[in-house]
């Protein structure tokens, strides 16, 4: 494919930049600290899916941008390659998270119970008009728990497998240096289940809930229930050079079990978790974990078109270089065109429209 540089018109380009600009206007620290504030579902996609856990730089990259998520993430991104890697962190386990919300479809009671947690799940879609006429809308205040729900609770999927619902897996045990690390390395198939989970977390939200939705429609193998849902904050735990463990922090972070009954063996699982909160992602990308494997290669839901084409920096850059000049491979599929109609006095002549064809069509006075 064959393209022709736009080198003329500096001055041009730099104004079109400025006009974009000016759109948003100025962007200061108060703005950027209202954007993290007030939009926490969208500062978390942010992060998600560039693969960097830092609200204020997410919050940043949507000011900066005017709002266009895919350049936000690219920005993101870009900058999150100009940093060291200082530290790989220690495992994050279910059942030592700090959990704020926890469901599921498969069972009405679980061990350790299921917490609601914040979710518009059962709540009325009415817009407040009102804020418009002037009026403030307030959230009411959460009451206090009579009874406050534990802070940490178990794994629903190891609790199965205990009853001997799910086939017990053997971990094997890797290296912090040999774990592979899908933003630095290429993508190659068959993927490896780390490279696949890496992928779906830092997939594109919209293109995971196609997929998804398509795999539970029929394209894929299997029709899932969620197992377990939960949104928690993992704790940042970092081993110092002394050998010592500490915890550095907190991240926000999903995670989705679904499963399927269809296997003779017991219940398959599905699983995806992300950086923030986001329970439509997760629960798309599990159903695309379970059916993925097993999906044949005619069908949309299978390994390569999947993790290929959720790629939300890599799928929104090949459609936006489209507006590049292309002249040269256009000039020429015209050229082959007037050739073939050259020898074939039935083919159309000329696909170019004349000047009389092109002008604008007079306005009636």
């Known amino acids: 494919m064959a393209y022709v540089a736009a080198r003329g018109g500096e001055r041009a380009i730099e104004q079109a930049e400025r006009m974009h600009r000016a759109r948003a206007g100025a962007i200061t620290p108060a703005r950027v600290a209202e954007l993290e504030a007030a ?132 971990a094997q045990p890797v290296e912090k240096d040999d774990i592979p690390d899908v933003t630095r390395e290429p993508l190659l198939f068959p993927a490896s289940r780390a490279h696949a989970l ?25 029709h899932p229930t969620v197992n377990e849902l939960r949104l928690s904050e993992a704790d940042l735990r970092v081993r110092h050079p002394s050998g010592v463990v500490f915890r550095a922090g907190r991240v926000r972070a999903s995670q989705a079990e679904v499963v399927t009954a269809k296997s003779a063996g017991g219940l398959t699982l599905g699983f995806a978790a992300t950086l923030g909160w986001n329970e439509v992602k997760v629960i798309a990308a599990a159903t695309l974990d379970l059916n993925a494997a097993g999906a044949p290669k005619t069908s949309p839901v299978n390994e390569e078109f999947t993790l290929y084409h959720t790629e939300p920096v890599e799928a929104s850059g090949f ?35 004349s000047a009389a064809e092109s002008a604008p069509a007079q306005e009636p006075a």
């Open 319 to 353: 459609c936006i270089h489209f507006k590049l000049p292309h002249y040269v491979t256009f000039q020429s599929a015209l050229d082959a065109l007037r050739g073939a109609a050259a020898i074939d006095p039935a083919a159309k002549a000329d696909p170019a429209p």
């Open 39 to 170: 939009l926490p579902d969208l500062i978390d996609r942010v992060m998600g899916e560039a693969s960097l856990y830092a609200p204020d730089l997410a919050a940043l990259a949507l000011a900066q941008s005017a709002g266009d998520l895919y350049e936000a993430i690219l920005l993101l991104r870009a900058w999150r390659t100009t940093q060291p890697r200082l530290q790989i962190a220690e495992p994050v386990r279910q059942e030592e998270s700090f959990t704020h919300r926890r469901i599921s479809a498969a069972f009405k009671e679980i061990p350790g119970g299921q917490i609601l947690g914040p979710t518009l799940d059962y709540s009325h879609r009415v817009l407040a008009t009102e804020v418009l006429d002037g009026r403030t809308f307030a959230p009411e205040p959460v009451a206090p728990a009579p009874r406050p729900a534990p802070a940490r609770h178990p794994s629903l999927a190891r609790w199965q497998k205990a009853q001997g619902l799910v086939a017990e897996i053997e």
């Open 198 to 222: 890496q992928s779906l977390a830092r997939a594109d939200t919209g293109g995971l809930l196609t997929l998804g939705y398509a795999a539970m429609r029929g394209y894929g193998n299997a």
